[in-house]
C-alpha cells in the first residue's frame, strides 16, 4: 500500500527535487503541499510550487499557502543561496494554470488531522503553518500519524564541524536554517505530543551531494522533470559554491546538498539510512535557540546518522525517470 503523505514546504531548489522524488515514488502518494515563508518570500514559494505541479502534470495535488512570517522572530530568507525568486535556474518553468486553494495552511493541516490519519507529515521548511494549526487546535497532535522532518542538526555537520549553516541571531552558536528561522515553532511542534518523530538533520544531509555524476546520470533520463532539475540543482549560487569547494570533482562540479530530497528518501526507504533513537529538545529562545541537543530529557525521536549514498542516488534516478 502506498504511504499517503503530505509536504509542508518553502521552495527552493532542494524543496524542488524533493517534491518530484516524491511525485515520481511508487511508495509515497503526495496529497498536498502546504507552503510556507522560508528560502523565500510566501508568495514565491507558493508560486514555486505550482511550477513544478505544473511541469510534471499534477496540478490535481493542492498547493495551500501559509504563514508568511516566522511565528515571533524576523523572516530569513536566502536568495543569495537560491536565488531571487527561490529556484534559480529553473527559468524555464512553465507558470501555474491553476490557483492556490482559498485555505489557510494551517486550516487545511486542522481539517486534514481533525480525525485520526494515516497521512505522513514530512515538513522541509520552518514548521510555523504545523505550529499555527497545533495553537488553534492542539488535539490534532494525535492524529499526526508521524513526523519526517527535514531539519535541526543533532551531531555536528561534517563540512565544518558545526552545528547549524546560520547564525542564531546575538550568539556565537549556529543551528539549522529550518529550525533556526522559526524555533518558536520547531519547539512547539516537536513538544506537542505528535509521535513518530524523524528527524533528517544537517549532519546527514550534508553527507549526500548533488554533484556532477548525478547531473550527468539526470539529463541522460531526458526527462522534462531530470532536465529542469539537473538545470536547478546546477545553479549553485555563490554560498554553496564557496562551502562545498574543496569538494568539488572538477571545476563545473555543482556539488551541493540538496537537504530536502534526503528526507524524503528517508520517508520512502529509511533503510537506506542508519539512526539512532535520542531524545532531543529545542530551545526556542536564547543563544542556542532553534539548536536540536541530544541529551538526558527531551521529546523522544530517531535521527538520521548515515546514508547509503549509492541506494539514495538509485532512489533519486528511478524515481525522476518515472516522471
Ligand atoms: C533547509 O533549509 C532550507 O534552506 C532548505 O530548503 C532546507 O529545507 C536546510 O537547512
Ligand atoms: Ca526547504
Partial sequence: MRIPLLIDTDPGQDDAIAILLTLGSEKLDLKALTVTSGNVGLAKCVNNAQRLLELVGRTDVPVYSGADRPLVNPPVHLEGVFGEDGLAGGESLPTPSVKPQAMHAADALIEFYSQPSDMLLAPIAPMTNIALALQKNPTIAKNIPGLVIMGGCPYPEPLRGEMGNIGI????????????????AAALVLESGIRNIHMIGLNVTRKVLYGEDMDRDLRKIGNKAAIAIANILSTVGEED????????????????????????????????FTTADVLVSVPATGDRAG???????????????????????????????RL
Fill in 169 to 184: 541571531p546575538g550568539s556565537p552558536h549556529r543551528a539549522e536554517y529550518n529550525f533556526a528561522v522559526d524555533p518558536h
Fill in 241 to 272: 559554491d564557496q562551502d562545498y569547494a574543496t569538494l568539488k570533482k572538477s571545476p563545473s562540479d555543482p556539488v551541493r546538498a540538496i537537504h530536502d530530497a534526503v528526507a524524503l528518501a528517508y520517508a520512502e526507504d529509511p533503510s537506506i
Fill in 291 to 321: 539548536q536540536s541537543i541530544i541529551g538526558d530529557e527531551g521529546v523522544p525521536m530517531r535521527v538520521a546518522v548515515e546514508a547509503d549514498n549509492k541506494r539514495f542516488s538509485e532512489l533519486l534516478l528511478h524515481n525522476i525517470s
